[in-house]
């Protein structure tokens, strides 16, 4: 929803159709929403991403391997602008976000019922995120990277 929203806010603003509305999603370096220095009118920040599968070099602004026993890490903080020329990449892993939706899938009729079909939980992909990698897409992908809110 706040994706297409802001698409329709800046397709308006800018009298250009949706259709020729490209994003252009830049990591930042820092990680709290209070060091943004400046405000920007056509510019969005995500933060409060997690990655999983691998983590963020912040320095050399790639994916990196995940240390040995770490399942999460925090992602920094994620700049959408919305742009009319399509920005073609190379050496990126089309990340996946999703969010987790629980549901609750108790039926009131049925009194025997297990923790584990009681509730379940939905990943509903939201979009993807462009991540510069040294390393070869299908390592990222057998790894399950992908980033959560």
């Given at each position: 929803?706040?994706?297409s929203?802001?698409k ?5 603003k ?7 509305i ?14 943004i ?8 920040f ?7 599968g ?13 240390v ?7 992602m ?8 009319t ?7 990126v ?7 987790i ?14 923790r ?10 939201i979009?993807?995120?462009p991540?510069?990698?040294?390393i ?10 992908a980033?959560?809110?």
């Amino acid at each position: 929803m706040f994706l297409s929203v802001s698409k329709l806010m800046f397709s308006r603003k800018h009298n250009v159709p949706i259709k020729k509305i490209y994003s252009d999603l830049k990591i930042l370096t820092i990680y709290e929403p209070s060091k943004i220095e400046k405000k920007f009118n056509d510019n969005f920040f995500i933060y409060g991403l997690y990655l999983i599968g691998a983590q963020w070099d912040s320095e050399k602004m790639t994916l990196t391997n995940s240390v040995p026993g770490m399942y999460r890490y925090d992602m920094p903080i994620i700049c959408l602008k919305f742009v009319t020329k399509e920005i073609i990449l190379q050496n990126v892993y089309k990340c996946p976000v999703y969010t987790i939706c629980v549901e609750n899938n108790i039926k009131k009729s049925n009194a025997n019922f297990t923790r584990s079909n009681q509730m379940r939980s939905l990943h509903i992909h939201i979009m993807t995120v462009p991540l510069k990698t040294n390393i070869c897409v299908a390592h990222w992908i057998r790894r399950g990277t992908a980033l959560y809110c």
